[in-house]
């Protein structure tokens, strides 16, 4: 997967503690890309708890718009991989 994406891209990834978007993030943090990956104060980060401090986190629910607006304005994302599951299922 992270030879398909241009090196030196800033990629944010949103569900990135989920099964698809942990997959996703481990793949992509060997890359040389900068990731940014956004969470929820309560996510469970246990599927990436060996990658997370080589990502930069931000914290915020996706349903607060104004904050997501500033977060993506200000990291300037040319990727986003939209991988949220709002309350997913873990089973």
Sequence with gaps: MARLITKNKKILITGSAGFMGANLSYCLVNS?????IILRETSN?????????????????????????KIVSNIKPE????????EGYPF
């Design 45 to 69: 980060i246990w599927r990436i708890k060996d990658i997370i401090n080589r990502v930069n986190k931000h914290y915020c629910d996706l349903t607060n718009r104004e904050k997501i607006r």
């Design 79 to 86: 990727i986003i991989f939209n991988l949220l599951a709002y």
């Design 32 to 36: 040389d890309n900068e990731i940014h």
